[in-house]
């Protein structure tokens, strides 16, 4: 039985301005439940924030989301939770690429802000669950378990940011949008239907907290000032130089300022970043081939699986499943690929599945490549 067939509850729906929270909250409200809206105030200085309908933290969406709740009818606040987001999503992330690490925020935001901070002053309150726009689905089994899994709609599922989630926090997690085999644009005439302004709305996109987009940009005002380092091929000759570590990502080809092809001709990949010594190796395709990873920090939803087992693993979210076999030892999670992956970087979550049933997700430690001359380079930084 999935969470449909739940009786009627006390619901936060937290409303970010865009269509699908908008929908969510409204979908639970039809369904009897007894709905509070509420927008999460992310930055102490809003307007810094994405400015039109790119992002979800601005002032606009603020006014975009309060329009949804009235016209919904149902109660609405704002809730001022910038510090918290600032410490726990925005310098983790500026921590995280100084470390040469690659974070996923939006998956840090569902696990510190929307189902930490959020749930827990939702629980205090008297509410039982949180609703919110995500594509997932939550099972209620006989035993009174709950399994979270992918949407009906594999194109739109989101699970890979909700696996961080455990089982308390399923208990208290709705999402509407997750069983139902509905396209992106069905949603905004249902929106339409609804009476609700952000129908039209454009879904956002990159990172919230990021005003202008520019990623790099961003760092480099936070983290400016390093010393200028060497871009290295993987015999250690430089190549050119960088303005710091910080601004690659294992995998980029775009933007390494070389100046000179590679002898065969081919592209180079970014396959090391080294904050200790600020430079970055760069090397061909095939290096990338990563063949098994350990990953750190595991959080299940549910029970942890015992002794060795064949998942698929989701690498990032908007990427496709990989066949592996995993095994927990000792609070690390070893994992191997069936066949090699490639653009495996420290950092990112790896979400592993059984069949539909996210099992959990941890954080990338170190990987293992295929290549001799990657392996002992591919190790992610303390």
Known sequence: MTQTSQPPLRVLAAMSGGVDSAVAAARAAEAGHDVTGVHLALSANPQSFRTGARGCCTIEDSRDARRAADVIGIPFYVWDLAERFREDVVEDFIAEYEAGRTPNPCLRCNEKIKFAALLDKALALGFDAVCTGHYATVVLN?????ELHRASDMAKDQSYVLGVLDEKQLAHAMFPLGDTLTTKDEIRAEAQARG???AKKPDSHDICFIADGDTQGFLASR?????????????G?????????????IGQRKGLRIGHPAADGKPRYVLDISPVNNTVTVGPAEALD????????????????????TYTAQLRAHGGETEVTAELVDGTLNVTFTEAVRGVAPGQAVVLYDGTRVVGSATIATTVRRTAAAVGRSQGQD
């Open 223 to 235: 983290l400016g000032g390093k010393a200028e380092g060497d871009i290295l091929d993987e015999s």
């Open 196 to 198: 609700l302004a952000v």
């Open 237 to 249: 000759t430089k190549l050119g130089s960088h303005d710091g570590a910080f601004g690659f990502t």
């Open 142 to 146: 006989e035993d009174g378990s709950r």
């Open 290 to 309: 990563v063949t098994a990873l350990t990953a750190i920090k595991p959080r299940w939803c549910g029970a942890a699986p015992v002794g060795p087992g």
